[in-house]
């Protein structure tokens, strides 16, 4: 009789190991290899080699259109990360720390297709369905036709699913979801990635939209292995700050679509509600008129979002200055204080300085750079930027300012927002419809500029 055989698999980056070590040698990663038993799926594969297709070659002239139909929830925001709905036979991952909304999300969705003729099941792992329904009764949506099952066994998963004909399948999560074929626990990388990729299977096979919801770990990566996202079509990250009522969803990778998109929604007492002007959504709350503020123009995806970036500047009071920043790298305004002390003139050396992007966003772009230093300026002068004027341009070691890619969008939307003139580099080539352009060399004029 054949041994079990084991391998030890890495709970990061998913790569097989034939033996223990403290050290991935695919990732580099430390203390995450475990020993995983493969099972019968393995073992039946080298007896009987790979079996022959259930379905033919086809020419892709034959192939048909139907998978250019999709399913629209309805829920805006969640339709547009995706690309205008749900593709059928797709497989689609949302990941998120827990408490964050994804199962509220996912009830929703179903909610929403079963009242449009679409069959749904929605399975949990995690939630009975009496828990479910208790949620289900908060929601603004009615939920009440939504098939749910209370199961964790991949088996009956699928088998319940192609019994119901279901056209979209949530399970909620892949982390406890298990198969018999392999030995280990559930949400074990081996566990986790076959059941996923069974899933896979089934989807394209039978047709159904399967949505998967994946916890995520500390390291932001979905919780076991990476491989779960090349294995899926498309991958939705879940996010927010646990304090604000905002949250992203955020697509990382679309086969039917485009990645970095994102949709805005807020969590109220009824569930997630999509945000209807999201390209303003992190301005709620600004303070005009208070010295340190500046807004700028970010591209999400192909969508431009306005964001306000604060920042406050104050006399040291003993020992190495203070440089606190958050949403932003922090070498990154010790670049842009540097060259504002070295290009601009000003003495940054003893001031204490914080720097915060409102609404928990991050920023990425070096595009942000000048409404990071405007709002240093500010600060520093205690003078308010004027309260319709927007900053757009990269900060170059020189102090000189740069032009910045895919401006004429980012333009469209600030004028559409109420704002009435753009401070941006010389260079920019820009002929915004109802906005003055503020043409700056040098960081030198900036600073001019705001303190005239
Ligand atoms: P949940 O969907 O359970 O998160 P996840 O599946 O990502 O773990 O969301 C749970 C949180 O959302 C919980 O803290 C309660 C809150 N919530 C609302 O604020 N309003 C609502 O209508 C619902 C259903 C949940
Ligand atoms: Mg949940």
Redesign the pocket.
Known sequence: MARARSVFRCTECGAEQPKWAGRCDACGAWNTLLEEAVGRPGARAARTGPLPSARPPVRLADVGGAAAARWRTGLAEFDFVLGGGIVPGSIVLVG??????????L?QCAARLEQAGVATLYVSG?ESPEQIRL?AD??GDDAGAVRVLGETRLEAIVHHAAALAARVVVV?SIQTTYTDELEGAPGNVGQVRECAARLMRFAKDAGPAVLL?G?VTKGGGIAGPRTLEHIVDTVLY?EGEATLDHRILRAVKNRFGSVDEIGVFE??????APVANPAAAFLAGRHTGVSGSAVTALMEGTRPMLVEIQALASKAGFGTPQRVATGLDHRRLAVLLAVLERRGGLPVGDLDVFVNVTGGVRLLEPSTDLAVTAALVSSIHDRPTPPDALFLGEVGLGGEIRPVAGVERRLVEAARQGFRRVFCSARSRVTPAGLDVVGLEGIGELARRLAA
């Open positions: 998120g720390e827990p408490g964050i909304g994804k199962s509220t999300l009830l995690e949620r908060r929601l909620d919801v916890h879940f969590m109220t007492g009824a569930g997630l």
